[in-house]
């Protein structure tokens, strides 16, 4: 089974194509949560080391940490997700719609 880097490049823009707002409304999701993680171990920092711009031991941690999560987690089970195909699904009473 062959694999080239052209192959990679159209599936993922052809997965892209199909459902573009959902990579972005993911994708702005994630950076929002990455900024307010920012921001919660920046006032840590600044509560054990007095400055904000000086970094803590605990919110180093706390960033690994929650970094680490969101790059393994969400990420990766939505890529996963574009890539598998879903069933059709049928809502209660209603016309069939695809997820």
């Known amino acids: 089974m062959g694999f080239t880097a052209g192959e990679a490049i ?3 823009w052809e997965t892209f194509k199909r459902r573009p707002w959902f990579f972005v409304g ?7 949560v990455s900024g307010l993680i920012e921001a919660f171990t920046r006032g840590i920092d600044a509560a054990v080391s007095g400055s904000a ?3 803590s031991l605990l919110g180093s941690l706390i960033s690994l ?4 999560l969101i790059n393994m987690g ?6 996963l997700r574009m890539t598998i ?3 059709p699904i049928s ?5 069939r719609v695809h997820s």
């Open 53 to 55: 711009d000086q970094s």
């Open 85 to 87: 195909p879903t069933r």
């Open 10 to 12: 159209r599936f993922g």
């Open 91 to 95: 809502p209660p009473g209603g016309t």
């Open 74 to 79: 969400p990420r990766r089970s939505i890529s």
């Open 26 to 32: 993911a994708t702005l999701t994630l950076m929002l």
């Open 65 to 68: 940490l929650a970094g680490t």
